[in-house]
C-alpha cells in the first residue's frame, strides 16, 4: 500500500494529495518535510547512511532523521513521530525550531522544517532505512561539504547551522 502526503502551495496550504511515487517524480508536486539535527553535548552532529535502494539524492550521508508530514500532521509532530521511529528516541523530548528550508529539484520539491535536539544517545537504527549512524565532528563535516559525502541538501543544512552557531542568538539547546 502506498503513502500519500499533502501537496502544498507556496504559502504551505494544503492543496492536495499524492502519493509517496508521484511526489518524488514530479518536482511540481510540493509535500511536506521535517527535519531533526541531533547534536552530542560537545557540539558534533549525528548523521545516517541511508539503504541504497531509498536514497534519491547524491551523496552518502543525510540528516539524523526526517520524514514527510503524514495526513493531519503538523511539522513538529512529523518531526517527533521520525525521531521515535528511527532512532527509538522518545517522542517528548524537548526540541528546538532551528530554520525553514525549500529544496527545489529534478527529482523532488519539498517545504522542510528543521528541528533540533541534544542527546547523546543511545539511538536505535532502523534497518530498513539506516545503514549506520555516527557523530561527525565540525572539522569532519567541513571536509565532507562539496565531496559528495553529503547530499546536496545536507551540505546547504550544514553552512546554515554554522552561521546560526556563529550568530548571537546559537541553535544550542541547552
Not at 44 to 65: E, F, H, N, S, Y
Not at 93 to 98: D, G, I, K, S, Y
Request: charged content about 30%; aromatic content about 8%.
Amino acid at each position: 500500500m502506498d503513502e500519500w502526503f499533502d501537496i502544498v502551495d507556496g504559502l504551505d496550504r494544503v492543496v492536495g494529495r499524492a502519493t509517496r511515487g508521484e511526489c518524488h517524480g514530479n518536482p511540481a508536486l510540493v509535500h511536506r518535510t521535517a527535519h531533526v539535527v541531533v547534536f552530542s553535548a560537545d557540539k558534533r552532529l549525528l548523521l545516517q547512511k541511508r539503504a541504497r535502494t531509498k536514497d534519491i539524492q547524491p551523496g552518502r550521508w543525510d540528516t539524523a532523521v526526517g520524514g514527510h508530514l503524514a495526513e493531519g500532521e503538523d511539522y513538529e509532530q512529523a518531526a517527533r513521530r521520525e525521531m521515535s521511529e528511527e532512532l527509538g528516541l522518545d517522542s517528548s523530548l524537548p526540541l528546538q525550531f532551528l530554520f525553514n528550508s525549500r529544496i527545489r529539484n529534478e527529482i523532488e520539491s519539498e517545504n522542510v522544517r528543521v528541528f533540533a535536539l541534544v542527546n547523546d544517545g543511545p539511538f536505535t537504527r532502523l534497518e530498513s532505512e539506516i545503514d549506520e549512524l555516527r557523530f561527525w565532528t565540525p572539522r569532519e563535516l567541513a571536509d565532507a561539504v562539496g565531496t559528495g559525502v553529503l547530499t546536496p541538501n545536507l551540505e546547504w543544512e550544514v553552512e546554515v547551522l554554522g552561521e546560526l552557531d556563529n550568530s548571537s542568538s546559537g541553535w544550542q539547546t541547552t
